[in-house]
């Protein structure tokens, strides 16, 4: 069975741009959630999906957005790129949402210049 | 205070030896669920175990098992015959209700994580 996959593994950026990161949840997951990892901040949750609806989410400007396709997949997108941004950003997948183990994908690293 | 606490920054072990990760929580709802991950240098979170709180046997996986002692909100790992491909970042999580959406989701509070170094 085929785990969590995110897309891409490393990118690079430069201030001021857009990026948007992939995660496909294992099979029969409908719940995706995602974080961000920095040394400084650690481990952040940014929101989770649903059945194609954000449940919740966390304490980031909007700039930090998502959404889920019919197939379950997600995308992050962050807008105008700021040098704090960069950290690896992971996704994971669960079953349903509020129970259960959690899967977390390899991640997303993402270094903006 | 800290929602999750992980008091161990960093420690060694011998090859074959157990280890103990400490991990404490705080909450007050009655409804929640602990878990452990393990993150070797590679990045990729690596889901170990999880324990919920009515569950009532500690959880236990592998070499993996939880020491849960809810009235003392401490959720330890416990690693038996450590192997050299232990070595890594481990972290403690907790999901609970959101006040935000007044429900249950798969938000997850992370502690600081400990670095575990198994020597040979």
């Known amino acids: 069975k085929a785990g969590v996959t995110q897309t891409p593994r490393y990118l690079i950026k430069t201030r001021g741009q857009q990026v948007t990161l992939s995660c496909s949840p294992i099979?029969?997951?409908?719940?995706v959630s995602w974080y961000q990892q920095t040394p400084g901040q650690g481990l952040q949750f940014l929101f989770e999906y649903f059945s194609e609806t954000q449940r919740n989410k966390g304490n980031f400007p909007g700039r930090f957005s998502g959404r889920q396709f019919s197939n379950s997949r997600s995308e992050m997108n962050v807008s105008t790129l700021e040098l704090g941004n960069s950290a690896l950003y992971l996704c994971?997948?669960?079953?349903?949402?509020?129970?259960?183990?959690?899967?977390f994908g390899e991640g997303s690293r993402l270094t903006v210049l | 205070a800290q929602k999750i606490t992980q008091t161990q920054p960093g420690m060694f072990v011998q090859e074959k030896e157990a280890v103990t990760l400490d991990c404490t929580y705080d909450?007050?709802?009655?409804?929640?669920?602990l878990f452990w991950y393990k993150q070797p240098s590679s990045g990729e979170m690596i889901f170990l175990i999880y324990q919920g709180s009515y569950d009532q046997q500690n959880a236990t996986e592998g070499r993996y098992s939880l020491n849960f002692q809810k009235a003392r909100k401490s959720a330890n790992l416990v690693i038996s015959a450590s192997q050299l491909g232990d070595s890594a970042m481990y972290f403690c999580a907790m999901r609970e209700p959101s006040r935000r959406i007044k429900a249950a989701g798969n938000k997850l509070t992370f502690g600081g994580g400990t670095r575990v170094l198994v020597k040979p």
């Open positions: 909450t007050s709802d009655p409804s929640y669920g």
């Open positions: 994971a997948s669960s079953l349903a949402s509020g129970a259960g183990e959690l899967f």
């Open positions: 099979s029969g997951h409908r719940s």
